[in-house]
């Protein structure tokens, strides 16, 4: 979809092109999330789950075209994808090494967006439970570590499709 514009991301003759694959994966993520009811949508948390899903969803098109009646028949891949034993860190990477060298150099918006979105999650850390540590009875809420934020929404969007 194409849109006249003075400025931006601008494709053939001038006109701003509008990411609407990123757009598209990212809103099907936010329906999951939602749907599961997993946490507040305001949360970083939330945040999370929404970004590591959608790059899951937007990665694993290899056209940039997803179709909204692909959707519930693409879940059970996005669910192995999102499984705990597989190496998402390492398939996100080289699905956007992938895109942008089909891409030739010039990122498109989509992929503006979803490398973004990748360097949020792999950047930013949050507080979140210590699985690995002994607990400790007077603590409420139990030891905590700070956490890569795609470690903490990888299985939130793992569990949101499960609960869909």
């Not at 956007?96 to 930013?124: F, H, I, K, Q, Y």
């Amino acid at each position: 979809m194409l849109h006249g514009s003075q400025g931006g991301a601008t494709g053939a003759g001038g006109e701003l092109t509008v990411p609407m694959a990123w757009l598209y994966a990212e809103y099907i993520a936010d329906e999951l999330l939602r749907t599961g009811d997993l946490m507040p949508p305001t949360s970083f948390e939330f945040r999370a789950g929404r970004d590591a899903l959608a790059l899951t969803i937007f990665l694993s098109d290899a056209e940039d075209e997803l179709s909204g009646i692909r959707v519930v028949s693409q879940l059970e891949t996005w669910s192995s994808l999102t499984a705990y034993d597989q190496p998402w860190q390492r398939w996100v990477r080289e699905r956007l090494a992938e895109r942008e060298g089909r891409d030739g150099g010039n990122r498109s918006p989509d992929l503006e967006l979803a490398v973004a979105a990748w360097r949020w999650l792999e950047e930013t850390e949050l507080l979140a439970a210590d699985l690995d540590a002994v607990p400790v009875p007077d603590e409420e809420d139990g030891p905590q570590v700070w956490t890569p934020a795609w470690q903490l929404g990888l299985p939130l969007g793992h569990l949101a499709i499960h609960l869909f």
